[in-house]
């Protein structure tokens, strides 16, 4: 019996103990890109979203999942982007049928398409999903994040908040 305790033991130490360490290594990539940008003050001064929380979904485990995540970041509806109001320089969070009103259905439709394609690129079994709040103007906005083992992967609001600024 002590054998096998031992045995147990050694694999505790050599094998999974680590595992564990590297995930939560992994974890606090993507953890620390979120937390620098909920502390990142030149982002508050500016008037951007403010990312006030954010919350473990799940993983992208099945081809069929891939293709459900890539077709809910493609919606019109549900997601938000950052655009600057060119009337008063104020930034506002629109999504894609708000934006199509403004800036046009071929502006939208080249944006979905490029989108869909960069998503066929990055977007992986394994990854993993994020829920994240946002706040700007009183208003609270949500944005699904996509992060990998290296760190963000995508989100609408993250990734344009860079083209914006």
């Known amino acids: 019996m002590s054998k096998i305790r ?3 033991c050694i694999f505790l130490l050599v094998v999974a103990f680590p595992l564990i360490n590297l995930q939560a290594q992994n974890d606090s990539d993507w953890k620390k890109q979120l937390k620098e940008i909920q502390q990142n003050e030149m982002l508050r001064d500016k008037g951007y979203p403010q990312l006030v929380s954010y919350a473990l979904q799940g993983e992208v485990k099945t081809v069929d999942e891939m293709k459900r995540l890539k077709k809910k970041l493609l919606s019109q ?3 938000y982007l950052p655009v600057v109001n060119k ?3 104020c930034v506002e969070l629109l999504n894609l049928k708000e934006i199509q009103k403004i ?3 071929e502006n939208v439709s080249a944006t979905i398409k490029s989108l869909s394609e960069y998503f066929d690129h990055v977007i992986q079994q394994g990854m993993r999903t994020v829920k994240l709040t946002w706040k700007l103007h009183s208003k609270t906005y949500e ?3 996509v ?3 290296n760190g963000i992967v995508y989100d609408h609001i993250i990734m344009n908040l860079m083209i914006v600024s």
Do not use: Y
């Open 77 to 79: 509806t549900d997601n």
């Open 103 to 105: 800036r046009g259905k």
């Open 143 to 145: 944005s699904l994040c």
């Open 147 to 149: 992060v990998s083992d």
């Open 6 to 8: 031992f045995i147990l």
């Open 87 to 89: 009337e008063n320089e």
